[in-house]
């Protein structure tokens, strides 16, 4: 089964949004073994945040092939995966529940295959919520990859804390790390420039993300000189992996910005390239920052909060507050902080993946196959919660389709395909546009 010398190693990879999309397939090309060339089909999980073409494009990650699949429609192609077009690996770039139902789908079209893919799962950033519950979720896979020292120490403790195999648990970096070191300051061929990097739920209400918007604003004209930037992920009606409810372009309209403002969609990467100062709650894009080296602020200007994800920089040197921006200061970030975080700022980047290489060449070259999978939750020690995880996928509780699950049967003909692209789109406006109003209504 593993790739020789002249055959492409064969990866799919199985995202449920832009984000989760974007690490699956740079993770794929980062954990390939050696300089095996690479052979990458992508599959998008139909749902809520299936990235548009633009999205995809913005994300800049290509792949030989790209389909939107429901979940029974990627077991039946794993399924039919075989000889040539079977996989070596498989990076499920999903939510955890979308990973767990995976898992159990994929344990029962494989349970009487000798080989199969190695299975390869992991988080797109900062771990700040939810960690038993995601990691318990993802536990089963071959590989769990932990984004960081931090992260590796966590995943286990939580895996031996339950009894549960911790040896999947693998330390990596974020895979989307790179680009040019901060140069310093321009010397007049550009502005200084400040990017705001948004994200979609955080905070999660008008309130403080108006507040946060005049903030930017406010910095723009205190400092005329200067080119402020507001970083956003999305355009409305779009998803990404989280749900914005309250886009601020829609909340840009309220507001008077001075000429040296601006927002800017397109790849955070070739944004950062004229970046002077990043500025967030707690995106990841803080993590990119500090790699580069860039001066990098996580705001606590709303608090330094578990629902904000900011307290996951604490001990980092870059919490401060717009108050201190605004007055010239720039925090210093600390140094043993940045490299338990796997940003590998002192260029130990390059060997970030080694042991997941290894790993994933060693199971390839196993004589005998892999074993099956193993999740810690099934029927016996999960029997109140699995069954729903699986359902919501169309999964009965020993991983085989429910009947009425959508595509189980065939392929989606023509007609079928036109009633999904609409049903999704109704099912997006009234997730973006009528839930919000529903819920603002019920606070009156």
């Not at 601006?262 to 790849?267: A, D, I, P, T």
């Not at 993590?287 to 608090?303: A, F, M, Q």
């Not at 790993?359 to 199971?363: C, D, P």
């Given at each position: 089964m593993p790739a020789s010398a002249t055959k492409a190693l064969r990866v799919a990879v199985l995202a449920d949004s832009d984000t989760r999309w974007k690490w699956g397939?740079?993770?794929?090309?980062?954990?390939?073994?050696?300089?095996?060339?690479?052979?990458?089909?992508?599959?998008?999980?139909r749902g809520r945040a299936t990235p548009t073409a633009r999205q995809l494009q913005e994300v800049g990650v290509g792949a030989d092939s790209l389909r939107e699949v429901t979940a029974v429609e990627f077991l039946r192609a794993m399924e039919a995966a075989r000889g040539e077009d079977s996989y070596d690996v498989l990076v499920l770039a999903l939510v955890g529940g979308g990973v767990q139902a995976m898992l159990h789908g994929l344990g029962r079209v494989w349970q009487d295959r000798a080989e199969r893919p190695v299975v390869v799962t992991g988080y797109v950033g900062v771990v700040y919520e939810k960690l038993a519950d995601g990691l318990l979720l993802r536990h089963g896979a071959d590989l769990v990859l932990a984004n960081s020292r931090q992260d590796a120490d966590r995943f286990r403790a939580v895996y031996e804390g339950v009894g549960a195999d911790a040896a999947a648990v693998t330390e990596v970096a974020l895979p989307f790390l790179g680009g040019a070191a901060y140069a310093g300051e321009p010397d007049g061929d550009r502005p200084y420039t400040v990017v705001f990097a948004a994200q979609p739920s955080v905070p999660d209400n008008r309130k403080d993300r108006t507040y946060l918007l005049e903030r930017l604003i406010r910095h723009a004209r205190l400092h005329p000189e200067r080119e402020v930037v507001l970083k956003l992920r999305s355009k409305p009606g779009e998803h990404t992996t989280h749900i914005e409810e309250?886009?601020?372009q829609k909340l840009v309209q309220r507001a008077d910005p001075p000429p040296n403002f601006?927002?800017?969609?397109?790849?955070m990467g070739e944004v950062l390239d004229r970046t002077d100062l990043l500025v967030t709650i707690s995106s990841t894009a803080a993590?990119?920052?500090?790699?580069?080296?860039?001066?990098?602020?996580?705001?606590?200007?709303?608090?330094?909060?578990e629902a904000l994800g900011n307290h996951h920089f604490v001990g980092s040197g870059c919490l401060a507050s717009w108050d201190q921006l605004d007055e010239g200061h720039r925090p210093a970030p600390d140094p043993e902080w940045v490299a338990r975080q796997g940003v590998a700022a002192d260029g130990g980047y390059d060997t970030a993946f080694d042991e997941a290489r290894e790993?994933?060449?060693?199971?390839l070259a196993r004589p005998a196959g892999l074993p099956p999978l193993a999740p810690y939750y099934t029927p016996v020690?999960?029997?109140?919660?699995?069954?729903?995880?699986?359902?919501?996928?169309?999964?009965?509780?020993?991983?085989t389709p429910l009947p009425g699950a959508p595509a189980a049967d065939k392929s989606p003909g023509p007609v079928r395909q036109v009633v999904r692209r609409a049903a999704r789109g109704a099912y997006r406006h009234g997730v973006q546009r009528v839930a919000p109003v529903i819920r603002r209504m019920g606070e009156l």
């Open positions: 397939a740079l993770t794929a090309t980062r954990v390939r073994p050696g300089d095996t060339e690479i052979h990458l089909d992508g599959y998008l999980l309250l886009p601020y601006r927002l800017v969609y397109g790849h993590l990119e920052s500090l790699h580069r080296g860039i001066p990098t602020v996580v705001l606590s200007d709303l608090g330094v909060r790993r994933i060449a060693a199971l020690t999960a029997p109140g919660y699995l069954p729903g995880i699986l359902a919501r996928h169309h999964l009965g509780p020993d991983g």
